[in-house]
């Protein structure tokens, strides 16, 4: 028998349902994380109540029945639906003698497991220290993520006044570091975003729920329409597989190019904190020319998830940016694809061909709808404008004159702007 093989850590889900709407969806997807989190959901307690317990955020019978299904299910972690607060925190945990994750806690835990990057490192251990600030000495199980530093001046063992003061600086002053290092870093990213910007390529923005499909669709067009240099990204059926922004540049079989990026996906009660810590993240979607907003077709709860995004979206400032919305994983489904549904709606699978077609002709007609035809005539001199025009341009009809070359172009405003002076009357 193999005893080094990794079991996840069984849990039990708790929630409030209080009369909102979405509580099922909010408990089904609760479970969803904490499995994404290599943990096992061995029960599920609900309570139906009007509101919180401000002791114990469950009211007294129910805490009882949560400490008993812990011992009888050998469970020592719970996970509530909502953000407790330091009370509650401190005495669901005396009370019921298991460690509590609120659902902040868990989010925080899984981004910190899934950045790979620098920038992304920085922006979750700002969002956990800020979370865990004002829960100092309330938590028996207090873990501060290994990628904090760690060291004793983040951990109050209940010395009194003077070392939680003490923590409260330690924990302030490395958050005010952390700042600065992610202020630095993007400063840099936006100088890259000012000189893609002047380039006067057009960028369209993969925005929407966690595990919609964002990142097959994005290495789909890469394979599709990416040069040998233009990287796949990573992707993987699992919640929160990338929080890293990845650009990539595309050039269509007419020359028309644009940047797609792809962003971090979004989660119903995403922490405050760690949108905040986002934000310069998705700069990239705040800049955009076109969001497109890619749904998981195939989950009943796709409604919901529409409306988590388009609020997030607000959340974090990005509006009046037009978007269209693409319904993926229709191939789950036994709706026919692919489907365009008016100007700014599409049914497609992100695995297959035709879908993606579809999708890039959608993304044409918004990115490129300023794009002008003209007759250029230009002289046999001016060799060097026809190679751009070929190179950069798409090329409509190609007419040898005794004065020069008529071509009748499709190109951006810049480009006409820049060749009017060549422009024929036809």
């Known amino acids: 028998m193999d005893t080094n093989i990794q079991t996840d850590e069984p849990v039990i889900i708790t929630g409030l349902n209080t ?3 979405d509580y099922d969806y909010s408990m089904v997807e609760l479970a969803e994380l904490a499995q994404a989190n290599h943990m ?26 949560i400490r008993d299904v812990a011992v009888a299910n050998h ?25 509590i994750l609120d659902r902040t806690a868990l989010i925080l835990e899984i981004f910190a497991n899934r950045a790979q990057t620098k920038e992304a490192k920085i922006q979750v251990q700002i969002a956990e220290l800020q979370y ?14 290994q990628q904090t530093g760690g060291g004793s001046g983040f951990t109050n063992r209940g010395a009194g006044e003077t070392k939680l003061e003490m923590d409260r600086r330690t924990i302030q002053h490395h958050i005010s570091h952390l ?5 630095a870093i993007d400063k840099s990213e936006k100088t890259k975003r000012k000189l893609r910007s002047k380039s006067a390529i057009p960028t369209a923005a993969l925005v929407g729920y966690t595990n919609s499909g964002k990142s097959t669709i994005m290495n789909g067009l890469v394979r599709k329409y990416g040069t040998a240099e233009e990287k796949t990204v990573f992707e993987k059926n699992m919640l929160f597989a990338t929080l890293d922004t990845s650009v990539r540049q595309l050039t269509l079989p007419d020359q028309k190019r644009f940047l797609l990026s792809d962003t971090v996906g979004f989660v119903s009660k995403l922490p405050t904190h760690l949108v905040e810590s986002f934000k310069s993240t998705l ?33 974090i400032g990005i509006e009046n940016i037009p978007i269209i919305n693409v319904f ?3 191939d789950k489904t036994e709706i026919e694809f692919p489907v365009l549904e008016g100007d700014d709606q599409v049914v497609i699978s992100a695995r297959q061909g035709e879908s993606l077609d579809l999708l890039v002709d959608v993304i044409k007609k918004h990115l490129f709808k300023d794009y002008v035809t003209a007759n250029l005539l230009i002289p046999f001199t001016d060799g060097h404008v026809v190679s751009y025009l070929n190179e950069h341009t798409n090329i409509l009809d190609t007419e040898y004159q005794n004065d020069g070359t008529l071509l009748t172009v ?12 060549y422009e024929k009357e036809a």
Not at 40 to 65: A, L
Not at 132 to 145: F, G, I, M, W
Request: with cysteine; charged share 30%.
């Open 179 to 183: 700042r600065q290092e992610l202020a």
């Open 132 to 145: 865990r600030l004002p829960r100092l000495q309330t938590s028996a199980s207090e873990r501060l993520d």
């Open 40 to 65: 096992d959901v061995v029960e599920r307690v609900d309570q139906v109540i009007d509101r919180p317990n401000p002791g114990t955020y469950f009211g007294k019978g129910k805490v009882d029945e």
């Open 19 to 21: 009369g909102q709407d």
């Open 410 to 421: 499709e190109m951006s405003l810049k480009d006409y702007n820049r060749f009017n002076k």
């Open 328 to 330: 993926n994983k229709a």
């Open 75 to 99: 469970v020592n972690t719970i996970i509530t639906n909502d953000e407790l607060t330091p009370s509650q925190l401190r005495n669901l945990e005396q009370e019921t003698e298991c460690k």
């Open 283 to 315: 700069a990239e979607a705040a800049n955009a020319d076109l969001l497109i907003q890619v749904i998981d077709y195939s989950d009943p709860h796709y409604e919901q998830m529409m409306q988590t995004t388009e609020r997030t979206l607000k959340q």
